[in-house]
């Protein structure tokens, strides 16, 4: 490394050209004398005085020419470096970063130089920062969008709406896990999604919580998955937190996923299962406040509010919707003669008992301290007749030992349905229902009454 002279390069550059061409000045008559010269033309004032200012002037000429070929490009490196620097700076208090975008600060890179190789450097480094910024600002949008969601559905949709977004990804799914079985949360582009909950890549990505890639030529066509596009590249990645697994997303695109991609997926994989498992003790925390410990069922408050979601639902789908009053017919006498623990015992046995007899879909509400509502989603007045026949009749083959004892309970049972019970909303719907249980008790109990 050449010694400097001073804190400017320019300076320094100037300092040893013109003091290299004055030295090449002073020496040329030597070495003009070497070349055969007389000594008398070449060791004389004015010759020496030729040389030097030759020299002095091509030092200076050398100068003048780095000026205006170098400094100018070093001058454009320098001020986008500025540029870029205030960006940041502003950045960082503002989240403004308008005054630098990619496209304006890069600079031409026209040589194939040290010049140009450092503005090539300097243009990777700007493409890279805002690939930074831009991922930053996608997990920023991606956390702060889904920390605020506890509603697993409502979740589930926006996770998987940004994962496509973020990804360019045309397809998607996410499963959650449950007691080893996986359910479809959000699906999109997915023409029979439950198929993906058997798939082996799904379930190894679950088993060993690493992610799955399948790439496929462009001439292969996949069946029965996706639909509008042959993917390119399938991406199975596991949700887990603090190493407890929650679920998969599955994402296909028809192109392979870059590594800005990946990178990218790894960073929302812990933001969404963060989120995920916030959602999911929620959801947990709102189960249990929904069900009655003793039975199972929903307690009166929340039971109620499922009603009318399926009221609405059954008006918007012209679709049936089936309501059973039931109650425990003398279940005072038995908390009287055996006591509260064995009635306690009777009303689980009764609940298990019903729950036998119900649909998948179907809803039991813990009305009353005996008495129970049951939610028929789609069943009409004939579907809730024969379905409340076989409840009263499981509930009286039902017995419960207390001791030697076997006790026997019958329940009494009220039934209507809507449309064919034309009402105007849900609590009218109960009404007729809970007036043709008073017919079934007052006729004799251990029947089902079908409202008039």
């Not at 300097?122 to 920023?140: G, P, R, W």
């Amino acid at each position: 490394m050449m010694p400097r002279f001073t804190k400017k390069l320019f300076t320094d550059l100037a300092i040893w050209m013109i003091g290299f061409g004055l030295l090449n000045g002073a020496l040329f008559p030597f070495f003009a004398y070497g070349l055969g010269m007389e000594a008398k033309q070449v060791f004389t004032i004015t010759f020496w005085a030729a040389t030097i200012t030759a020299g002095l002037a091509a030092g200076i000429i050398n100068y003048t020419l780095a000026m205006l070929v170098v400094r100018p490009r070093l001058k454009i490196l320098a001020d986008h470096m500025r540029i870029v620097e205030n960006t940041i700076s502003d950045a960082n208090f503002t989240g403004n970063w308008s005054n630098c975008s990619e496209e304006v600060c890069r600079v031409k890179a026209d040589s194939d130089d040290e010049i140009g190789e450092s503005s090539r450097a300097f243009n990777d480094l700007v493409k890279a920062l805002f690939q930074a910024h831009k991922i930053e600002t996608a997990v920023n949008v991606f956390s702060k969008t889904l920390s605020s969601q506890l509603e697993l559905d409502v979740l589930s949709r926006q996770a998987l709406d940004l994962f496509l977004q973020y990804t360019d990804a045309m397809a998607g799914a996410i499963l959650i896990e449950s007691a080893g079985e996986l359910t479809i949360a959000a699906h999109h582009g997915i023409s029979e999604p439950k198929k993906l909950a058997n798939s082996d890549h799904v379930r190894q990505a679950l088993r060993t919580h690493k992610c799955q890639r399948i790439a496929f030529p462009k001439d292969i066509k996949i069946e029965a998955i996706l639909v509008d596009f042959n993917p390119q590249e399938i991406i199975v990645i596991p949700l887990e937190f603090k190493n407890t697994p929650l679920g998969i997303i599955v994402l296909a695109a028809n192109k392979i996923f870059d590594q800005d991609v990946t990178r990218l997926l790894q960073l929302f994989r812990h933001s969404f299962g963060l989120a995920l498992n916030n959602a999911l003790a929620h959801s947990n925390l709102q189960r249990i406040a929904a069900l009655d410990v003793l039975t199972g069922a929903y307690n009166r408050r929340f039971g109620l509010a499922r009603l009318k979601e399926e009221f609405n639902r059954a008006i918007r789908s012209d679709t049936a919707l089936g309501i059973i009053m039931m109650d425990i017919d003398h279940f005072k006498s038995i908390n009287d003669t055996y006591g509260h623990l064995v009635g306690d015992r009777v009303l689980g046995q009764i609940a298990e008992s019903t729950y036998r007899a119900l649909r998948e879909g179907d809803l039991m509400v813990r009305y009353g301290g005996e008495e129970f509502l049951i939610i028929l989603p789609g069943a009409s007045r004939a579907n809730s007749l024969q379905l409340g026949e076989r409840v009263r009749r499981l509930i009286a083959e039902t017995t419960v030992k207390d001791g030697e004892q076997s006790i026997h309970f019958t329940a009494s049972l009220g039934i209507t349905a809507f449309p064919e019970d034309n009402v105007e909303g849900e609590l009218e719907l109960v009404k007729h229902a809970d007036d043709a249980l008073y017919t079934a008790k007052h006729q004799g109990r251990n029947q089902v009454v079908l409202v008039q």
